[in-house]
Every structure is written in C-alpha cells, then in structure tokens.
C-alpha cells in the first residue's frame, strides 16, 4: 500500500499521474484503453496502485448508468456514467479536475482554470469504492433509460474525448467545463437537444432530478422513489471485497436491471 503523503516524488496527486489511452480497432467495434485505474483504496487514505490494460467489445454494451455524489452542501455534486457489458463488466468515466499532489479541489480555483480537465477510466470497484470507502461521501446510483445503442454511441462519443485529452490538455472550469457539462454535451451527441440549459446544470446538486425530469432515467416510479434505492453506500460496503461488487450495489433495482457474471 502507498499512500499520497508519503510519495513526495509524484506529480499528480492519487490516480491522476496517468490519462487513459483509447485506441478504437475493427471500425469500432472493439476498443482498447490504457492507464485503466483498478486501484483499491481504504479508509486512512491508503492505496493500491493498479493500471491496467483492457479490451471491450463495444457491441457488448448494454446499459449506462448515471452516478451522483453530493457535496456538503447539497447544491453542488460530482457526477459520473458506468457502461455495463453483456457478461458483467462495468467501465466508469468520471471527468474531473486533475490536482496535483497535496492539491485540494477548489470551486473558485476551477474557474480560474488552475486545473487540467481529466477523463479517468477505472473499475467501479475504483471510481465508486475510492468515494464510498475512502472519502466516506455518499453516492447515488440510478439506471439510465437509455437503449443499449444509445449507451454504445454515448460511450462511444466520451471515449473519443478521452482520447483528445490524452494528445491535447484542455483547462477544467468549474462552470463550463466540469464533470456535468461535459456528460451534457455527450449526452446531446447522442440525442441532438436533449439537455438545455438549466440552472440545474450549474448547481449541478440536482443534476439526478433534471435527469428525472428530461426522462434520461428509468421510468415507472417517481424520482423520491428512485432516489431512496438509488443510494448505495451500505450495499458498497458489504460488496466491497467480492468480485460481485457491480451486481451488489445494483441489488435494489431488481434482476431485471442486475447483469449476472
């Protein structure tokens, strides 16, 4: 284990040292991504390193799930998208800002452009665990209504991104070019004006409710119903250290949406 304070020669801070590398093969059909983070992390702040390469196959895809964690103060949020595979694999993307070591993450510092825009990579295990385990914040997970070539075209499109910020940095800002914004841009790629402006994608807090809204979410029951079963920290903790983590944080939805291994 290794943890950021005890590692004064890194650059970056935790996870940030590397950005994912995204080569599309058999007109793109397959992909395979470098500098995919599979670290495990626990409460002290430790961590285990782990970057991998992997290959999916992007006709396998069958679901996207969008992933809300909220700030202290409930109005501001992080969001994040994990793409499910036929067979049970899960690949999460999360644009944040790239900090660097001991570098704290700063609304008014975002936007005066301080920080690089990342796109990490990473298993769920990862991008969710890091949140629910490490940092302790709460995390909200909801299923999507996308269709399975809707999911395919809108990982598709994020992927492309990844790889342009890999050859080219861009400049994160905390209005205009966060986590939200980009998923919105990628978002109406895929459905040509699907989301408009709204406040609700500048206190990006109620980013879950204007999904629920705009009809990006599952149908059928109404959004305090979804946002109950949606929170996952308990089902994180118990699935932590199983191989079924991906099915385990999902288990409240049913086995109409928990993809089997």
């Not at 999911?151 to 905390?174: G, Q």
């Not at 990006?216 to 199983?242: H, P, Q, V, Y």
Request: aromatic share 12%; charged share 25%.
């Amino acid at each position: 284990m290794t943890s950021e304070s005890n590692d004064p020669k890194s650059r970056w801070g935790v996870g940030f040292d590397r950005l994912p590398e995204v080569q599309f093969r058999d007109g793109q059909s397959t992909v395979q991504i470098a500098n995919f983070r599979r670290f495990r992390y626990q409460g002290d702040g430790a961590h285990e390193p782990n970057w991998t390469t992997e290959t999916f196959r992007l006709d396998d895809v069958e679901r996207v799930d969008f992933i809300v964690v909220p700030f202290s103060n409930h109005h501001l949020a992080h969001t994040m998208v994990s793409f499910g595979f036929a067979g049970g694999e899960f690949l999460t993307i999360s644009v944040e800002a790239r900090r660097r070591l001991g570098q704290a993450y700063s609304i008014v510092k975002g936007m005066l452009g301080v920080y690089p825009l990342a796109y990490v990579i990473g298993d769920e295990r990862d991008c969710i665990g890091v949140r629910t385990e490490s940092r302790r914040n709460t995390v909200h997970l909801y299923p999507s209504s996308a269709t399975p070539k809707h999911a395919r075209d809108f990982l598709i499109s994020m992927l492309h991104r990844a790889d342009t910020l890999h050859r080219s940095a861009e400049k994160y800002n905390s209005l205009f070019n966060n986590c939200l914004t980009n998923l919105r841009d990628h978002v109406n790629q895929v459905w040509p004006g699907r989301v408009r402006w709204s406040w609700k994608t500048v206190l990006t807090g109620h980013a879950d409710y204007l999904a629920y809204e705009l009809g990006l979410l599952r149908e059928g029951e109404s959004f305090e119903s979804l946002n109950a079963k949606a929170t996952i920290n308990d089902l994180a903790t118990e699935f932590w250290d199983r191989e079924d983590f991906s099915n385990g944080i999902r288990s409240r939805w049913g086995d109409e949406v928990c993809i089997s291994r």
